[in-house]
């Protein structure tokens, strides 16, 4: 694919440029609250404007239903975008109709744009290729050429994403390109011991990057809610935990073919109820309570992991080991990435929530080597799958 150095060398001085951002940021009300992905995409944003660019940034946030909602609107984000690049970011109310066009017209060379939520869109992810097609046209129509520096989307086969391309000299921004480059060492030959350290809810979502690491990991760490599906297929009784009861099988045959590379807690957090100030004790896996559910791994399995995890040289990690968010159940989470963060050798976290815990945790993000904007797309792609967002930037070179 090309990239924005390309595009740079050609010169982009006077040019629209559309930047297809992921700046699907967390909101309280009005208030964004990890700017993550913002200050991700500020060094291809920035290089754009230095050359003299026109640049119209577009991104999605949330998931209204193809139609305003005034509750997933970009106004903060053009606020803090403005800020954190010390210019003002002009912003228009809609995404493709009168305010988007005018305010488009209206840029100099140099400055910036945010058109309002994609996903106001129904275009955007339509699966009638016709109505999706449409909104791509549309939007290709606001500029001479596209950068996609959206990692976080590249997995998904919208309009801004797997069509615009195909309308529009297209490159991949310094993001996507950082995202790679990582990803890639992760899945060619990356330096041993490898070890992955996953968690989340649900099994059933991690199932394809389980099958697809396992026969190259030295350890595979698992915690978090899908923990307790593992743990009954062991025979333990697991009380009130998440479960998936389809998945016992499942987990029973990875188990077996495993061996002692798929680790598991040997102690949880068990609590009275899913609630930030429910009773809870430190309970062996063994003792869980039928009327307690696991909250957070223990003591004894952070120890456990942080064992594991002594001596590796690549590290990937996706998914809280507890829920982070309640403080009574955020130090299994805490521990573990502290015990990643001293590892001599690639660390890489797998965004989502993975990242968001180590920002709300305090944890510095610079103990670690990379920290992905993208936690779907990096498990699609440890999976092998083809990511659509890539694909068309592929087909477009």
């Given at each position: 694919?090309?990239t924005?150095?390309d595009l740079l060398?050609g010169g982009?001085?006077?040019?629209?440029?559309l930047v297809r951002?992921?700046?699907?940021?967390?909101?309280?009300?009005?208030?964004i609250?990890d700017d993550?992905?913002?200050?991700?995409v500020?060094p291809t944003l920035t290089a754009?404007?230095?050359?003299g660019a026109?640049v119209?940034?577009?991104s999605?946030?949330g998931r209204?239903?193809?139609?305003?909602?005034?509750r997933?609107?970009l106004a903060?984000?053009?606020?803090r975008?403005?800020?954190?690049?010390?210019?003002?970011?002009?912003?228009?109310?809609?995404?493709?109709?009168?305010?988007?066009?005018s305010t488009?017209?209206?840029?100099a060379a140099?400055?910036?744009?945010?058109?309002?939520?994609?996903r106001?869109?129904p275009?955007?992810?339509?699966?009638?290729a016709?109505v999706?097609?449409?909104f791509?046209d549309?939007l290709?129509?606001?500029?001479?050429?596209?950068?996609?520096?959206?990692?976080g989307?590249?997995?998904?086969?919208?309009a801004?994403v797997?069509e615009v391309?195909s309308?529009?000299?297209?490159?991949a921004?310094?993001?996507?390109?950082r995202?790679?480059?990582?990803?890639q060492?992760?899945?060619t030959d990356p330096?041993?011991p490898?070890?992955?350290v996953?968690?989340?809810a649900?099994?059933s979502d991690?199932l394809?990057?389980?099958?697809?690491?396992l026969?190259k990991?030295d350890r595979l760490?698992?915690?978090g809610?899908?923990c307790y599906t593992?743990?009954?297929a062991?025979?333990?009784?697991?009380?009130?935990?998440?479960?998936e009861?389809e998945?016992?099988d499942t987990c029973?045959?990875?188990?077996?073919?495993a061996?002692d590379?798929?680790v598991?807690?040997?102690?949880?957090?068990?609590?009275?109820?899913?609630?930030a100030d429910a009773d809870?004790?430190?309970?062996?896996?063994?003792?869980?309570?039928?009327?307690r559910?696991g909250?957070d791994?223990g003591?004894?399995?952070?120890a456990r992991f942080?064992?594991?995890?002594r001596?590796?040289?690549t590290?990937?990690?996706?998914g809280?080991?507890?829920?982070?968010?309640f403080?009574?159940?955020?130090?299994?989470?805490?521990g573990v990435?502290?015990?990643i963060?001293?590892v001599d050798?690639l660390?890489?976290?797998?965004?989502g929530?993975s990242?968001?815990?180590?920002?709300?945790?305090?944890?510095?993000e610079?103990?670690?080597?990379?920290i992905?904007t993208?936690g779907?797309?990096s498990?699609?792609?440890?999976?092998?799958?083809?990511l659509?967002?890539l694909?068309a930037?592929e087909a477009?070179a």
């Open positions: 694919m090309k924005i150095d060398a982009v001085a006077g040019r629209r440029v951002a992921d700046l699907n940021v967390p909101l309280d009300g009005d208030r609250t993550g992905r913002i200050r991700a500020l754009l404007t230095n050359a026109a119209v940034v577009c999605h946030l209204p239903k193809g139609e305003p909602d005034p997933y609107r903060p984000v053009a606020t975008l403005g800020e954190l690049l010390s210019a003002p970011v002009a912003y228009a109310t809609d995404t493709v109709g009168e305010s988007a066009r488009v017209a209206g840029l140099g400055q910036v744009a945010l058109l309002e939520n994609l106001f869109n275009g955007e992810t339509s699966k009638d016709v999706r097609g449409e791509a549309q290709a129509a606001l500029a001479d050429v596209y950068v996609d520096d959206a990692f989307a590249v997995h998904r086969a919208h801004s797997a391309p309308r529009l000299p297209a490159y921004g310094y993001l996507v390109q995202e790679l480059s990582v990803l060492r992760l899945t330096a041993t490898y070890v992955v996953l968690g989340g649900k099994v991690k394809a990057v389980i099958e697809a690491l026969p990991v760490l698992v915690g809610g899908m593992f743990l009954a062991q025979g333990h009784e697991i009380g009130q935990s998440l479960l009861p998945m016992v029973r045959e990875l188990l077996a073919r061996g590379r798929l598991l807690p040997v102690d949880v957090v068990a609590a009275t109820a899913f609630a809870h004790t430190v309970v062996e896996v063994s003792q869980i309570p039928a009327d559910q909250l791994i003591p004894a399995t952070v942080a064992d594991a995890l001596g590796a040289k590290v990937f990690w996706n809280p080991m507890g829920v982070f968010e403080p009574a159940f955020a130090a299994g989470t805490r990435a502290e015990a963060a001293k050798g660390t890489v976290v797998g965004g929530d990242a968001a815990a180590v920002r709300a945790l305090g944890i510095p610079s103990h670690f080597g990379h992905s993208g779907g797309a498990l699609e792609y440890l999976e092998g799958k083809p659509p967002g694909v930037l477009a």
